[in-house]
């Protein structure tokens, strides 16, 4: 009889198997249920059904004596309508629930197991999108309700696409590409629906313009005015409100056929906006280079998110956080003293299998205060177009009072 703290890990791996060896099997049948979601149309003349169903099994084992280890067993589903366009009209509507199927042995935020590890996925139920489109002016989209934002990387504002229930915000996006090699991104978020299934209002304009360089790469200017009116814990309060003005530049020349460079040069400047009661001022670094050679892609960089003293510090509250900084979330919010994250990493893709290990180096702004380290692995394969599964594992190595931790995912998809 294996170990009890086992048993959950073993019955998510069957029913991973399960879900694989049925994605393989249902290939031969994928374009008949490609034909049936859009009503018998390849065209979708009538629109078409969007389904989305992941399982995910999550393991967080913090050496915190003050909390048992979090094991979280869901299942996502999202479903969903695109209508046909109409004279430049579309529209969408998108329903998003998840669902625990083991013992609930986790914290997430709203279930009153706080004794446990977050694992900030609630069961919970939403609408998740919402919005009509209008295409009916050159070169330009008005895209106006509840929607996806994905900004650049997402460092700013993003989806959080890692959770089971992801980010959307209530807003008006235009995307505008009327001038050669440019596009104009702008639009004002009045609420943002968060990964908990919560709604927090705000008031939230931005723009986001990008210009491609010729053999060079991409130069994006942006300015965000993040102005949150909730006073409750967490990102989204009054003192993560603030406005950042930054710019990249970004790109992968090519060196010969099979061999590109990589490169990302990020500047941003940030201080105090809306009802934020603190005054601040603070600055932002990324530089990245890397290689792409034949399958492998090597990259090595360093991020900084400055501390500005008296607890204020550069946030990025609508970010995908975890795409960021390891992916056992230890810095979703700045430490006080800034945080410097200098990293590298080393992918490749093996008949169709893509592997991944990334190291992190994390200290405070200046070098000086040693937070830890943290080993990142993952493995994940894509099958005929629809199917996926992934294996992913995060180790932190903590110093100075951070306690050291293990993350474990096995997940499986279903998307058409």
Do not use: C
Request: proline share 4%; charged share 20%; glycine share 10%.
């Amino acid at each position: 009889m294996p170990p009890t703290s086992h048993i959950p890990l073993l019955k998510s791996a069957l029913l991973l198997s399960f879900l694989v060896s049925h994605a393989v099997i249902a290939d031969p049948v994928t374009e008949s249920i490609e034909n049936a979601l859009k009503f018998g149309q390849k065209d979708a003349k009538y629109g078409q059904v969007k389904f989305n169903l992941r399982y995910r099994y999550e393991n967080d084992a913090t050496e915190n004596p003050r909390k048992q280890v979090g094991n979280a067993s869901t299942v996502r589903l999202r479903l969903g309508y695109l209508s046909p366009e109409f004279h430049g009209l579309q529209a969408y509507a998108e329903y998003e629930m998840n669902q625990d199927i083991g013992a609930n042995t986790y914290n997430s935020l709203r279930n009153s197991r706080g004794g446990f590890e977050v694992i900030a996925d609630p069961q919970e139920h939403e609408l998740n999108q919402l919005w009509v489109s209008y295409k009916g002016i050159p070169d330009t989209e008005i895209k106006i309700g509840r929607q996806q934002i994905k900004l650049d990387n997402d460092r700013f504002i993003g989806n959080v696409g890692w959770r089971q229930m992801e980010q959307t915000f209530d807003s008006v996006l235009i995307t505008n590409k009327s001038l050669p090699n440019t596009t104009i991104k702008a639009g004002y978020i009045s609420q943002a629906q968060t990964i908990l299934s919560t709604v927090d209002p705000m008031q939230t304009p931005f723009v986001n313009i990008s210009y491609q360089l010729q053999d060079i790469g991409t130069v994006t200017g942006y300015g965000y005015w993040v102005d949150i009116n909730s006073a409750r814990g967490g990102p989204y309060n009054l003192n993560a409100s603030n406005q950042t003005f930054g710019v990249s530049l970004t790109g992968k020349p090519k060196v010969t056929k099979d061999i590109s460079g990589l490169y990302r040069l990020e500047y941003a400047y940030q201080k105090d906006y809306g009802d934020n009661p603190t005054q601040y001022e603070t600055d932002y670094y990324h530089v990245m280079g890397g290689i792409k050679a034949f399958d492998f892609t090597a990259k090595i960089g360093f991020e900084q998110l400055d501390g500005a003293g008296l607890g204020t510090t550069f946030d990025t509250p609508l970010a995908t956080g975890h795409a960021f900084n390891g992916w056992a979330d230890q810095f979703l919010t700045t430490p006080a003293d800034g945080l410097r994250d200098v990293y590298a990493s080393l992918g490749t893709n093996i008949k169709g299998v893509k592997i991944l290990g990334v190291y992190h180096e994390f200290t405070d702004d200046t070098g000086q205060i040693d937070y830890g380290n943290e080993w990142n692995f993952l493995v994940t394969k894509k099958f005929a177009k629809h199917y996926s599964v992934l294996a992913k594992y995060a180790y932190f190595d903590g110093n100075n009072g951070r306690f050291d931790s293990q993350n474990f995912w096995l997940e499986a998809g279903v998307s058409f």
